[in-house]
Nanobody
Framework: QVQLVESGGGLVQAGESLRLSCAAS????????MGWYRQAPGKYRDFVAG???????NYADSVKGRFTISRDNAKNTVYLQMNSLKPEDTAVYYC???????????WGQGTQVTVSS
């Protein structure tokens, strides 16, 4: 089993920054993807950013140029640097890990990000 512990959420004003962290522990072998998703009140969960085991990244159009995803393999941690935050970024942010070799996918518990105007 993989455990994902998310941290770094909070309340900020528009234009400010936050850095989210997701630390993986447990059966962390064969992880081929780590990413971030978010869910606003009354909305479906949307993809935000992802990074593969090879280091390739992808972003939703709404955050491209403002958010940066990165990983630290030694710490088994993925980060989301969120700059120039907007009120519409307000959501619960979830970390997701995909394991290869048919070992499934795992989700964190979520961390709240609130951006005030």
């Amino acid at each position: 089993q993989v455990q994902l512990v998310e941290s770094g959420g909070g309340l900020v004003q528009a234009g400010e920054s936050l850095r989210l962290s997701c630390a993986a522990s447990g059966s962390i072998f064969n992880i081929n993807f780590m990413g971030w998703y978010r869910q606003a009140p009354g909305k479906y969960r949307d993809f935000v950013a992802g990074i593969t085991s090879g280091g390739s990244t992808n972003y939703a159009d709404s955050v491209k140029g403002r958010f940066t995803i990165s990983r630290d393999n030694a710490k088994n941690t993925v980060y989301l640097q969120m700059n120039s935050l907007k009120p519409e970024d307000t959501a619960v942010y979830y970390c997701k890990v995909n394991r290869g070799r048919s070992l499934g996918e795992y989700w964190g518990q979520g961390t709240q990000v609130t951006v005030s105007s």
